[in-house]
């Protein structure tokens, strides 16, 4: 069920004052609190990883592989090569250069 649609039904049955519409009401925030801490973490789990990532990237453009070799030691428990790539071509890329060729490569701003 997506969170529109939970956010739907407790919507719909805010107005009911009956024990079942409060035992909705109940789990369905509780799914909606759940999800909330759940991408909290993963912020915070970035955020740790921003400064050991982007402290290690120079002007000489590096691929993400060779980037992830580089950091791998420093990063957060469970922060993979994937979540590098994520992080610097979506959340910092703002912060890096990308240079297009047949592997992209980066390199600070």
Known sequence: MTKTIMNSILSLVAAIDTPEAEEIRVAIQNELSK???KAQANRDLYAQAHDVVIGALTETPVTIGELYEEVKD???EGFSKGKVQYAVTRLWS???VKTEGKVNTYSRR
């Open 35 to 37: 999800g909330e801490a």
């Open 74 to 76: 420093s990063l957060p």
């Open 94 to 96: 703002d912060e890096i």
